[in-house]
């Protein structure tokens, strides 16, 4: 099983960007899906997570208002909106998966490859 980070760019402040996160394998509705980001120099930190069987959402307080995570469980995909972009968002974002919900980036075990936002300001 595989996780396939995607969506990722260049933008001014205050703009819109998805992010999409595509599993090569089933999710099961145990799963916990999770997005995180690290910017330069600095450590990975939860942004948001779902739980894939009830859809229930957490989203960090740095992105709440934002920022939403969503997933499409047919399409074994999970989505992360991030609207009022700000140029501490820079960062690469990484789609993860966990067995329960975590906030902590050890608690996770499989990760996409990463994506890189750059918001410019």
């Known amino acids: 099983v595989q996780l396939q980070a995607s969506g990722g760019g260049l933008v001014q402040a205050g703009d819109s960007l998805r992010l999409s996160c595509a599993a090569s394998?089933?999710?099961?509705?145990?799963?916990?899906m999770a997005w995180f980001r690290q910017a330069p120099g600095k450590e990975r930190e939860f942004v948001a997570a779902?739980?894939?069987?009830?859809?229930?959402?957490y989203h960090s307080d740095h992105v709440k208002g934002r920022f939403t995570i969503s997933r499409i469980g047919a399409e074994n995909s999970m989505y992360l909106q991030m609207n009022s972009l700000k140029p501490e968002d820079t960062a690469v974002y990484y789609c993860?998966?966990?067995?329960?919900?975590?906030?902590?980036?050890?608690?996770?075990?499989?990760w996409g490859q990463g994506t890189l936002v750059t918001v410019s300001s």
């Open positions: 394998g089933r999710t099961f509705s145990s799963h916990v």
């Open positions: 779902i739980r894939w069987g009830t859809g229930r959402t």
């Open positions: 993860a998966r966990a067995n329960s919900y975590s906030q902590i980036d050890d608690d996770y075990y499989l």
